[in-house]
T-cell receptor, first 112, second 116 residues
Framework: KNEVEQSPQNLTAQEGEFITINCSYSVGISALHWLQQHPGGGIVSLFMLSSGKKKHGRLIATINIQEKHSSLHITASHPRDSAVYICAVNRVGGGGADGLTFGKGTHLIIQP | DGGITQSPKYLFRKEGQNVTLSCEQNLNHDAMYWYRQDPGQGLRLIYYSQIVNDFQKGDIAEGYSVSREKKESLPLTVTSAQKNPTAFYLC???????????????FGEGSRLTVL
C-alpha cells in the first residue's frame, strides 16, 4: 500500500464547479505539500501546511492530522485549473533533508 | 527573477551514451534534489544534496551520478548503467535547517530524456 494515496486519480468537471481532491497518508508527518503540475511538466508549490487550513485565491487546503487526511478545494473552477495536482508529505524521521513521499497525482480537466 | 533553470528541456540519446542534465538555482537554497517521474507513478528521489561538496543517494540512485561543486548547481549524469533511462527528470530546491526541510519546494520545468 502506498504511503500517500490520492483520490480521485482522474476528474473531469464543468467550468464553475467546486472541486475537491483528497489525500490520505499512513505515516507520521511534519508537513504536507500540495503541488500543481502544468501540462508542460513544470511543478509549482501551492501550499505547505502542518495544521488547519490555508487559502490562496480560489484554492483552499485543509489538513486533519488526527485523521491523516488533507483536501484541496478549488472554487469557481476554470479551464486554466486543468493540471495534475500532487500531494506530498514530509515524513517524520524520514532521513536527510528529503523525507518526502509523493502521491501519484490527480489529473484534473475543467471543461468550458 | 529567482528560480530554477533546467536544461535541456528535451534530450534524445542513443543507448549506451552518458548524458548530463543541468540544474541551476539562484534562490540561495542549500538543498537541491533530482527526481524522476514515470507515467502513473509518484516522483521518486534520485539524489539530493544539502551542502556544497556533499550529496546523498535517494531511492533510485543506481545508474545516476551528481556533483555539487557550487551551491547554485546540481548536474545529474545518467550513465549507460541506468537500465531504463527514458523518463521525465525534475530538479528541485528548498530551504533547510539542519536536516529538516523548512520551506516550500521550488521545481524546475523538467527535462524529458528519450533513449533510442
Amino acid at each position: 500500500k502506498n504511503e500517500v494515496e490520492q483520490s480521485p486519480q482522474n476528474l473531469t468537471a464543468q467550468e464553475g464547479e467546486f472541486i475537491t481532491i483528497n489525500c490520505s497518508y499512513s505515516v507520521g508527518i511534519s508537513a504536507l505539500h500540495w503541488l500543481q503540475q502544468h501540462p508542460g511538466g513544470g511543478i509549482v508549490s501551492l501550499f505547505m501546511l502542518s495544521s488547519g487550513k490555508k487559502k490562496h485565491g480560489r484554492l483552499i487546503a485543509t489538513i486533519n492530522i488526527q485523521e491523516k487526511h488533507s483536501s484541496l478545494h478549488i472554487t469557481a473552477s476554470h479551464p486554466r485549473d486543468s493540471a495534475v495536482y500532487i500531494c506530498a508529505v514530509n515524513r517524520v524521521g524520514g532521513g536527510g533533508a528529503d523525507g518526502l513521499t509523493f502521491g501519484k497525482g490527480t489529473h484534473l480537466i475543467i471543461q468550458p | 527573477d529567482g528560480g530554477i533553470t533546467q536544461s535541456p528541456k528535451y534530450l534524445f540519446r542513443k543507448e549506451g551514451q552518458n548524458v548530463t542534465l543541468s540544474c541551476e538555482q539562484n534562490l540561495n537554497h542549500d538543498a537541491m534534489y533530482w527526481y524522476r517521474q514515470d507515467p502513473g507513478q509518484g516522483l521518486r528521489l534520485i539524489y539530493y544534496s544539502q551542502i556544497v561538496n556533499d550529496f546523498q543517494k535517494g531511492d533510485i540512485a543506481e545508474g545516476y551520478s551528481v556533483s555539487r561543486e557550487k551551491k547554485e548547481s546540481l548536474p545529474l549524469t545518467v550513465t549507460s548503467a541506468q537500465k531504463n533511462p527514458t523518463a521525465f527528470y525534475l530538479c528541485a530546491s528548498s530551504m533547510t535547517q539542519g536536516v529538516t526541510n523548512t520551506g516550500e519546494l521550488f521545481f524546475g520545468e523538467g527535462s524529458r530524456l528519450t533513449v533510442l
